[in-house]
């Protein structure tokens, strides 16, 4: 589905580079990002560049004393918080202090909702990613991505999918069997509709040989929930990523039976991969920030700027390397493509597998 910007975000972006005042500074620094089998994965060109120190001032030439708010859309614990969070902790050296706040419901889109309505503000960002472009979909949400101005894409993280401790599953092969005897009966609690979780229990019926359109999924505003739904029995797996379980998996309180990463991945080396298991599939989700729709140019720059540095710092290495998040950092026109192909390639998706 073709989503057009609103007038506001047209004029004062356009196409990559268009309608700009003189050539438009580019940060990109990526780390590889395995190729998702059916949503996301991208070919970028990387380049050095020289921005170290630069974004607060910046910044702060641009907005003045004014304080930056990051809107995690989504209730406090999962992704988007952790990410906003993490963030405010990493721009404390480079610019003070910032506020985070929650705006939970519908994958992030009752957040969107709210935050295209503050046009031409540049202290107001909000995080995001794949889960509330496939929630735009799914909720036929009158706004999507292309209401506000891309900024950095900075992380991805890989799903996982477990059951609670004491559950009769012990491995991919018997959860394969049950959903291939029953897949209505196989029920799966994860967040919100349209997000990674739900396209990633679509791709697993799917290689499975079972239809999509017939999973029992029970979708849940933040992973705090979804878990509380598993823990209780009421749903056979649960899905999350990789970093909103951990803790959980470590503690014994679930079990891991496999992650959606192309490999295994150091945090859970004991954890087999999907396709190591017999089933090809693979998915990653990604997170990034964007600004409101109308801000100036100079502005955008200055944002991107100041997010490019904060992802330089220790505490955000640290914070990485704690969340087992991979660095996946895109900025300027690239990203601005990178969201429109992300949009596309969601919706087909959601139409292959009955979920659109």
Known sequence: MERRRSTAAADDQGEPGAGRAGPRRRW??????????????????????????????????????????????????????????????????????????????????????????????????????????????????????????????????????????????????????????????????????????????????????????????????????ALTTLLSGRSTIGVSGVSELQSQIEAGTVRALAVSSPERLPGLPDVPTLRESGVDVELQNWRGVVAPAGISPEQEQALEGLLVDMTRTDAWREALDRRGWGDATLAGPEFEEFVRTEQDRVSRVLDEIGLG
């Open 28 to 225: 990109y620094r990526f780390a590889p990002l395995a190729v998702a089998a059916v949503v996301t994965g991208a070919v970028v060109v990387t380049a050095p560049v020289d921005t170290a120190g630069s974004g607060g001032s910046a910044l702060r030439d641009v907005i003045g004393e004014r304080q930056l708010r990051i809107m995690a859309p989504a209730a406090p614990g999962g992704g988007w918080d952790q990410t906003s969070r993490e963030m405010q902790g990493a721009l404390r050296e480079l610019v003070g202090r910032t506020e985070v706040y929650n705006v939970a419901g519908a994958g992030g889109t009752i957040g969107l909702s709210q935050f295209v309505r503050r046009t031409a503000d540049p202290t107001e960002l909000m995080t995001t990613g794949l889960i509330m472009v496939g929630a735009v979909e799914a909720n036929g949400s009158p706004h999507s991505l292309a209401d506000t101005t891309p900024l950095v894409r900075l992380t991805t993280d890989y799903q996982v999918v477990v059951v609670a401790a004491g559950s009769p599953l012990t491995d991919v092969a018997g959860l394969v069997s049950a959903m291939r005897a029953d897949i209505a009966a196989v029920s799966i609690s994860g967040g919100s509709a349209g997000g990674a979780e739900q396209i990633l229990a679509g791709l697993l019926a799917k290689a499975v040989g079972a239809d999509p359109a017939k999973v029992s999924y029970v979708a849940h505003s933040g992973g705090g929930e």
